[in-house]
């Protein structure tokens, strides 16, 4: 009961990476990061997808437990949410290079 906000939260995110991991091979990388080059690359890279979110949920704890202690609540929040996100990118960017000659 207490916990319920942060479970909803936990698995509503585990629930919405699918759609992330489409939405980032669509705007950001191209759809051939996520399909049609190989077998299994839809499943490899919805996979490191969860891997980098899930840390990133892990992360952005823990960075906004330490902003807080320097910065009201709500700033604590933004900067780590915003700032681990901008890392995603980058970390989602080089992880879902194309296996062939290395081009996204």
């Known amino acids: 009961p207490a916990h319920r906000p942060t479970l909803s939260f936990f698995f509503s995110y585990l629930l919405e990476l699918p759609l992330q991991h489409f939405l980032n091979a669509l705007i950001c990388y191209k759809l051939s990061t996520i399909c049609g080059q190989y077998p299994g690359q839809y499943l490899r ?5 969860y891997a980098t979110y899930i840390n990133a949920i892990w992360i952005t704890t823990l ?8 910065v009201e609540e709500k700033w604590a929040f933004i900067g780590s949410v915003y700032g ?21």
């Open 45 to 49: 890279t919805l996979g490191l997808t």
């Open 84 to 104: 681990v996100g901008i890392v995603n990118m980058f970390v989602l960017g080089r992880l879902m290079k194309d296996k062939e000659g290395g081009k996204k």
């Open 63 to 70: 960075l906004k437990a330490q902003l807080a202690r320097f």
